[in-house]
């Protein structure tokens, strides 16, 4: 029987092993996960406690039309109710906890901007007509600022926009322009947010585990610790793996392949290299590029020029792609006033605030819901990013004040 090797435990290896037996018919034994941290999840991972604070590195926002997640998730049983699955679970999540943002956009003195304008220009409509219209071809090598006036990135649009995604002017135009064909029909909710969808836990505890124990009953076999070094490919231009090496415990294994094995790489991280900081002190930033996944990609682009992409193009640019992002847990109730008074409502409903004269974007979780099944009640969790971490000097003034 044929076997599958899947490097990284992240979303797109979990899901391509539960697609492999729903779909393609392997034995649940004959999949192997191979995972160098300690844990599943890769970015999709969430911890703590109320006493130490809470880590979420990393998380997605889905909406009504993800069909591929929610026919996934549609089989996969619900931990907290196993009667549901993942995805009734989310649908359900939503109908009572939909964000309706009463101040998708805060300015500098604090005042709630009207968002339900994109505030465009004739000038910005044409420019994101063209960009949408271009073929992927013709804007490579370029930026989203390459495309766009000045102007264009002061409108509530861009502010809106760069908060929900993480994108900044200098990123590139083509993921930009991927995004606009994806997201487009959100435009007209885009102020409430309530077009967006979100898992009833963090999505380590509502996706992450569920898949995992499903996969588990499944026989599939996850080796954390693991971390894959090399595939062996056959000569010429082929991509074809004859034998997979990794490192465990300190030792080296080659594991031969036979010719209907098949292998599955998620190459690179958006969060390789993370550190943490804590209450006292700010994460500090390491560049020496010690992750596994990128370290691997390096390894098999040089074996293929040109054919396995240029990680080069993703990994070196450190300064214009690093962010920060925070929690904050607390059990005083100022910040749940505050946020209440801004939004007008219930703060269990609002949703993420951009406060433009911090470029800081954040939202809360508060009680109810909890974004950690396991978390004790009472207290209010404020998550938080810093799409600029090389202002935070800048940003702790202005918040001080």
Known sequence: MAKAYLVGSGIASLAAAAFLIREGRFAGPDISILEEQDREGSSLDAAGSPESGYTMRGGRMFEIHFDCTYDLLGSIPSLDDPTKS??????AFHEDFAWDDHARLVDASGKVVDAHSMG????????LIKCVGTPEKLLDGKRIVDCFSAEFFTTNFWWMWCTTFAFEPWHS???????????????????????????RFNQYDSIVRPLVSWLDAQGVTVRLGTSVTDLRLADGDALTV??????????????????????????????ADSTLGSTDAAPVLDTSKSSGSWKLWETLAAKRPGRLGDPAVFNTSVDDSTWESFTVTTKRPHLLRVDGAIQRQRSRQGGPHHLQGLQLAAHHRAQPPAAFPRAAGGHLRLVGLCPLPRQAGRLRAQADA
Do not use: Q
């Open 242 to 271: 004859e034998g997979i090496t990794w490192t465990r415990g300190g030792h080296s294994e080659e594991v031969e392949l036979g010719p209907d094995d098949l292998v599955l790489v998620t190459n690179g991280s958006m969060t």
């Open 86 to 91: 993942v995805t009734e679970d989310t649908f």
């Open 120 to 127: 465009f220009s004739e000038r910005d409509r044409l420019e």
């Open 173 to 199: 135009a083509i993921e930009f322009r991927r995004y606009l064909n994806r997201f487009v029909h959100l435009f007209k909710t885009f102020d409430a947010m309530s077009g967006i969808y979100r898992t």
